[in-house]
């Protein structure tokens, strides 16, 4: 059966688009209809996916989609302007059920690569057929762990030919990411540009020179599109004590941390210079809940337990602290920077050890573009700018999109993935958002067209208010079967 429903917060279009009726037959979410910061409008263009997590535009426009457990598939849309898109075709571009989550394209973009626990694996690639041309070879490897088993990947526009990979720390052996040799919890870059498809993998351990390391598990890496430095976004530890007593709640905090640009003539294995604390020390996020923590504050570095070897003082002089930190729990998962390098964009998939769920949204944050540094100073608590949040997180994470890889696509629209409900969404900048202020839907709407329980309105019309003018969406159609579209 075909419902009507109300749509209030999620697809804010303008008058016109609406008056020519140029957007129509809209997917409704599988959850509750997330709120829009003000100045910005939102559509869902794509259900049905499995687990979808890093995407990437290709150079034919098409957006590749890590489907986690399944292997990359390959969209396109007709784009009506806007935020109102829709999908016309896709297709399984790669189907291997190893890949999980890692994803790139080469500087010419004729080589797909793909990472899955163990390894970083790399296809000839046709954008204009759509289609991969060559067996799978295998790049990167001897990367296995027992559990955070995403392997970002990331091409270096500004370097060419090199390729950076992050891999996470083994939970069950947190001390051996203490060890340089391990290979763990290290950010590592790899001369691609010169190696032969003959020649062997790489051991990830051994090989590459260690770009950053003492980091959890940073999942989201980008390249600021001005100056060159990288920056990486990291999900800090769970359950943490401090001297016997839990502050698991409001600590340690989740980090944005700098490591450079790739052309700096620095020697980038010194140790000295990139260990950022894991597993010994950890960002304050709350002060007042650390025990003993005279003189800590916001971003400083503080030890889990203090003894004779590691202080809070040694913390703070022999690792790299976070450039910015951000509340526990909130998992940073991918980063993007804006075409101009302006503007910092963050997914937070959200938490899952926390008495009451945080995170749970795309967020931004301010750069300045000339100097590729975050206009926030490092002790902020108030460097993040919301642009889309779910209507209720005491309901997540059941009940919410959980948003995990960015991509910004020619038109500067900014699209994310959620893996938990299997959907894409696209947002777009329609006004100045400087105070981050978010437009209230007036009528609650459940994403599968039911009863709402956000006391609002269900009827066949709903209006809101942006910058003045009334926009009115009617008769808002809810499809049957949002995956019958993505018949490959």
Known sequence: ???????????????????????????????????????????????????????????????????????????????????????????????????????????????????????????????????????????????????????????????????????????????????????????????????????????????????????????????????????????????????????????????????????????VNASAKNNYGYPHCFAVWDPSEIPDGDGLGVGKQFAVEENNALTDETCESDFVAPRLTFPAHYAPIDLKFSTGGETGYITFRGSFDRSSPVGYRVASIAFNAATGEPVASADSKGALRDVITNVDNTQCPDKCFRPVGLAIDSKGRIWFSSDSTGEIYVLQRTGENSEGKFVLPEGGQNGDGGNGNNNGNNGDSAASTVFGWETRVLGWTALVGLGAWLSL
Not at 46 to 53: E, M, Q, S
Not at 148 to 153: D, F, I, K, Q, S
């Open 1 to 267: 059966m075909v419902k009507k429903t109300a749509l209030t917060g999620l697809c804010l279009y303008t008058a016109r688009a609406l008056a020519q009726g140029a957007c129509s037959d809209i997917l409704v979410p599988r959850n509750p209809v997330p709120i829009v910061a003000s100045g910005w409008q939102a559509q869902l263009v794509a259900g049905g996916l499995t687990k979808p997590r890093s995407i990437q535009f290709d150079e034919s426009g098409a957006l590749l989609v890590v489907e986690s457990g399944k292997g990359v598939s390959r969209h396109r849309f007709t784009d009506n302007g806007g935020t109102c898109l829709h999908a016309n075709h896709s297709h399984m571009l790669v189907e291997l059920t190893q890949l999980n989550h890692g994803l790139a394209l080469s500087n010419d973009g004729d080589i797909l690569y793909a990472s899955t626990a163990e390894s970083v694996l790399a296809w000839s690639y046709n954008a204009r057929q759509g289609a991969v041309t060559s067996p799978p070879r295998t790049l990167v490897t001897n990367m296995s762990n027992n559990d955070l088993v995403t392997r970002t990947l990331l091409i270096s526009e500004k370097v060419r030919g090199k390729l950076i990979v992050s891999r996470g720390s083994a939970e069950a052996n947190r001390d051996r990411a203490a060890v340089l040799s391990s290979g763990l919890s290290q950010i590592r870059v790899f001369d691609i540009a010169n190696r032969s498809a003959s020649e062997s993998p790489y051991d990830f351990n051994t090989d590459g020179d260690v770009l950053g390391w003492g980091l959890r598990n940073s999942v989201g890496v980008a390249e600021h599109p001005r100056t060159g430095g990288i920056y990486a976004v990291e999900n800090s530890v769970d359950g943490v004590t401090r001297n016997g007593q839990d502050i698991r709640e409001n600590n340690p905090g989740e980090e944005l941390n700098f490591f450079g640009s790739l052309d700096e003539t620095v020697n």
